[in-house]
């Protein structure tokens, strides 16, 4: 979870508020934050958020706002949403970053009372929102930069690696692009990202000077921020367009916060994007959530009022307007992560107060024990252990890069809305490209290997609740010089063996095995999973050089067929 350093003044000042220590952790409550230390010396908190769907309180101006927003029962107003100030300044994008690194989103902020404090957090919010919710830079990164040195309008453009030289921050001499990913400490840790494509993206400005190669390192020129600058630009460059504007939203809120006049900036692009072809930013890109005042009392265990709801939603940041049937509810403009009412609920909670609900003892006495899955999972271990096999434990949540290579035409994938980060943008449905992932990392590790994960698949079928159902499913992999379909045939063979369930392999075909080495478990007349050899080009896409076979089948239909039998 993110950790945060702030200064105890530089808060206090945003607040409006000085506080104690013992009245300030019980405020951070409020920002899902618990101070980890303070020193008293030289007056520093370390406050450590436990939210990670919340970028805008990754520093003192998104926890003081929260604060702030408590205190006074209501959100400030941030009038560059409202004034209907027409942009005079321009950001043209060219035709060709749509397919490396589409969307910019600028505003500029004047009158900025800066100090050390205040660049510190700049710097320190900066690499937070880059690093954490930016996955490394990769969906979003940030550029701040001098605006007086500035000629507009700027063009957003690919350069070729050579043809472009300046100086980078943190460097006293020139550097094409190429010496730059090779030479800069920051080339060398973020260079992976443009290296795949034959041109860099390059910010350059109305007089052909060099703004910032992002996501990669400013200029030195215009991209150093110094204790007395006063006006800067603001840029967010990345691969998801609300993820891009939601960090300029935060980023122009926290400089506002900080007496900055915030001027919208025009962005201009030759292609189409979700919120047209020329985007005004900053914009608010929130969504109302309609919701009954029943959720909340559902969600709660106990009756509120709809006066109650209202008002503690409002000293959280929310507008509450009545709707047909309900709520209607907008979050502030630098949140985007209302996914469910079930989430404006768990605000109304944090609002009030946890303390405030008064606690209820159990009504009834029960006696847990395992569940029957549980129960056969345990023995499924225990055998797949017996037979040699290393179990290994992985994320239900995963990039959709790696299934697609391994899905049938047509197979659909439970997505996550609204994700914060690509690598956890699906839940897998399958459990065998989990043991691929392990495998590419263990090349250097003895063969031959065999590992089994005993894990969670999410299933689209539109026949259940939601959407998707969740199977608990096994499956193991071999891997060393002469892994093959007999191998894997055999350890399965074992396994239904000892668990007593006749079983049959049909040929089949499957995108993720050889043709003509796959085959569908079947056992009760119904399909438990596949067995085959692992294909080349699969192996080759994640830099496995080993042959490989797998299994993987569904412990709950095979449970369910241990039911039968008993009966």
Request: proline share 5%; hydrophobic share 40%.
């Amino acid at each position: 979870m993110p950790t945060i350093d702030i200064k105890k003044r530089d808060l206090e000042k945003l607040v409006g508020k000085k506080f104690s220590l013992a009245v300030l952790e019980k405020h951070l409550m409020l920002a899902k934050a618990e101070l980890k230390e303070y020193a008293e010396a030289g007056d520093d908190l370390k406050v450590e958020l436990s939210d990670s769907n919340r970028p805008d309180l990754w520093s003192a101006e998104g926890i003081a706002r929260q604060l702030r927003t408590a205190l006074n029962g209501k959100s400030d107003e941030y009038s560059f949403f409202k004034h209907g100030r027409k942009p005079s300044r321009e950001i043209r994008v060219a035709p060709e970053m749509q397919s490396v690194r589409p969307y910019i989103a600028a505003c500029t902020a004047a009158g900025i009372r800066m100090n050390d404090d205040v660049l510190a957090q700049m710097i320190q919010s900066q690499d937070k929102l880059s690093d954490i919710f930016g996955r490394k830079r990769s969906t979003v990164s940030i550029g701040i930069y001098e605006l007086d040195r500035i000629t507009f309008p700027v063009d957003y453009r690919l350069a070729e690696p050579s043809s472009v030289s300046f100086t980078p921050l943190g460097m006293d001499e020139k550097m094409d692009l190429a010496q730059i990913l090779e030479r800069h400490p920051k080339g060398i840790e973020y260079g992976d990202i443009v290296k795949p494509f034959p041109a860099y993206p390059m910010l350059i400005d109305g007089m052909g000077r060099v703004l910032s190669f992002p996501p990669i390192i400013n200029s030195r020129e215009i991209g150093t921020v110094k204790p007395n600058t006063h006006n800067v630009l603001i840029e967010v460059t990345g691969t998801d367009m609300r993820m891009v504007m939601l960090t300029l939203n935060i980023l122009a809120a926290g400089f506002y916060d900080r007496g900055g006049d915030i001027e919208p900036l025009l962005v201009t692009y030759p292609y189409a994007t979700e919120f047209g072809k020329n985007v005004a930013l900053p914009q608010d890109i929130s969504r109302p959530v309609t919701t009954k005042l029943s959720a909340f009392s559902t969600g709660l265990g106990e009756n509120v009022s709809l006066a109650d709801v209202k008002k503690r939603l409002t000293s959280y940041g929310h507008a509450v307007m009545p709707a047909k049937g309900g709520l209607s509810i907008q979050c502030p403009f630098y949140r985007d992560d209302i996914m469910h009412p079930v989430d404006l609920v768990e605000d109304y909670a944090i609002s009030r107060g946890y303390d405030d609900f008064a606690p209820v003892m159990p009504q009834q006495s029960t006696v847990g024990m395992l569940s029957g899955i549980e129960l056969l999972s345990d023995t499924v271990r225990t055998y797949m252990i017996g037979g040699g096999f290393q179990e290994i434990m992985s994320n239900i949540l995963c990039s959709r890069e790696e299934l697609e290579d391994v899905m049938p035409e047509g197979e659909r994938l439970v997505e996550v809305d609204n994700v914060m980060s690509l690598a956890y943008s699906v839940l897998r449905n399958r459990v065998i490209p989990s043991l691929l992932g392990v495998e590419a990392a263990s090349s250097r590790v003895f063969y031959p290997h065999r590992i089994f994960e005993v894990g969670e698949v999410a299933v689209f079928d539109k026949a259940v609740n939601m959407g998707s159902r969740t199977d608990l499913n096994l499956a193991a992999l071999l891997s060393h010089p002469t892994a093959n379909f007999s191998e894997a045939h055999s350890t399965l063979d074992a396994l239904l063996y000892y668990l007593d369930l006749e079983y049959r392999l049909d040929v089949t075909e499957h995108p993720l095995f050889m043709q003509g080495r796959c085959g569908k478990i079947i056992a009760g007349g119904k399909e438990l999973g596949l067995i085959g050899e692992i294909r080349p080009d699969v192996l080759e896409k994640r830099q496995i050089t080993m042959p490989c076979a797998a299994f993987e089948v569904n412990l709950d239909m095979i449970g369910g067929l241990g039911e039968q039998k008993k009966k």
